[in-house]
């Protein structure tokens, strides 16, 4: 029997040092402990300029998913691999909770000063806050248009 775990919610603030440090949210960090991930693993997003943050449940999901293909004939086994695994790095916090982000990670999202944690159920994400902020409101936006839509409007 899987005990179900925490999911990833809210956002959170926080900030980017000038050692290419961010404080993981402790709220983040209980969850990840809980399911006995040693620190956070963390990749590039292939959607978004953003960093997929996940713990060992949601490894192990991905894991278990890529094992039902073969993985020296078929195709999309190595697309997967090579988007969600092989990119993914494991970082373990400091004392305070802080992980020091690889710079090519940095870049890819676009990091700066100012950063935000979001919450994705099996996932959080980092991202530029001021990135976030125009992608929350579309998609907000996109949700009230569908929910208009739904009510016949």
């Known amino acids: 029997m899987t005990i179900p775990v925490q999911p990833f919610i809210t956002t959170f603030a926080g900030s980017l040092d000038a050692k290419g440090r961010v404080c993981i949210p402790a709220a983040y960090r209980t ?24 713990g060992q449940q949601l490894l192990d999901e991905t894991a278990a998913r890529l094992a039902e293909q073969d993985p020296f004939l078929s195709p999309a086994f190595d697309d997967q691999a090579t988007t969600l695994i ?29 950063v935000l ?6 996932k959080f994400q980092i991202w530029n806050a001021e ?10 936006a996109r949700m009230r248009a569908r929910y208009a839509e739904g009510r016949g409007s």
Do not use: W
Request: glycine share 8%; hydrophobic share 45%; net charge negative.
């Open 117 to 122: 944690f979001a919450g994705k159920v099996k």
């Open 31 to 54: 969850i990840l402990t809980a399911q006995g991930t040693p620190g956070v693993y963390v990749t590039p997003s292939f959607m978004d300029a953003a960093l997929d943050c996940f």
């Open 86 to 114: 092989a990119r993914t790095h494991i970082l373990a916090p400091d004392e305070n909770g802080r992980v020091r982000l690889p710079d090519a990670l940095i870049e890819h999202a676009g990091l700066s000063d100012r």
């Open 131 to 140: 990135r976030y902020a125009a992608l929350e409101a579309e998609a907000v």
